[in-house]
């Protein structure tokens, strides 16, 4: 019986020993496949480097997290802004805001000033403006004026910018391995398969540095847009005028003439037909009224 149960022991320990070795085995084989996943064969381009040298670098991984960015990630938020003020001269409003702009460090990106129909003022100034001055700004032109409506928004491109500047990295690291192969070329068509490799990553990495260029200019400089106008006068637009009432009245007068005129020269194609078939409906009504002649008297007739 002891052998049996020491026989049964060395079995259980044997199969033990085996699996740990098949693990191991498959663990390692699974590093190997990993360390060499995404990495190109010397022989697409048959040059004579190194392994390490033709290896393509993989994109980088960026880890999302649910509710917002990850901890100790810069929040990357573009603001902007729209005020409206009515404001009793809007020439002189207009180059406050420019002083006003270009003492928090920022600048006009645009200015317009018109004058409408009614002879009222009326202008649409741009700022951009540090992030920072954001809000100082904001009381500064709610108080040069008096405020219509105010409305300010913040968007967040914390994870676009993220985002970019790991496929940024990822193009950097792609374009400094091919210039590697580059430097190690031989034949005049590994040259040129490398240069066609290289051109393509530095345009994506052009791509990508102007939009990172676009989102630092919107994140570091906010935007604030200003209508400004003029009060209405008392009275009305314009107030009253016996001469603007007068000119109406001419300008109403001459519009009924045309009025007219145009009904008429509408009307008569019709006023003709009407009149020919009027003749006619007389004319014949006329024909079959009229008596018929008398017979004449038979001859021999007796008096």
Known sequence: MKKIIIALLLVCCAIAATGCTSLMGSTGT??????????????????????????????TVVPTYAGGSAPGIE??????????????????????????????????????????????????VVLRIPQAAFDTVIESVKASGTVKSVSVQGEDV???YIDLTAQKTSYQNQLAQYNTIMKQAVKVEDVIAVQAQIDRVQTELDRLEGR????????????????????EPVGGDT?????????????GFFGMIDALIILIFTLLPLAIIGGIVYAVWRWRKGKAGKPPAAAPAESGEAK
């Not at 020439?91 to 129909?117: H, K, M, W």
């Not at 990172?212 to 009060?231: A, F, G, M």
């Open 30 to 59: 699974s590093t190997a496949s990993q360390r060499y996943y995404g990495e190109s064969d010397n022989s697409v381009y048959g040059l004579a480097v190194s392994e390490k040298a033709a290896y393509a670098p993989m994109p």
């Open 75 to 124: 929040t990357r938020i573009i603001k902007t802004a729209q005020v409206s003020l009515e404001v009793t001269d809007v020439t002189a409003s207009a180059d406050a805001l420019r002083t006003l702009a270009q003492q928090n460090g920022g600048y006009i990106s645009s200015s317009n000033v018109q004058r409408g129909y009614n002879d009222r003022l009326s202008a649409t």
């Open 158 to 160: 914390t994870e676009q």
């Open 212 to 231: 990172l260029r676009y989102l630092n200019s919107r994140i570091d400089l906010s935007t604030v847009t200003v209508s400004l106008q003029e009060p």
């Open 239 to 251: 107030g009253h005028s016996f001469i603007t009432a007068i000119n109406e009245g001419i300008a």
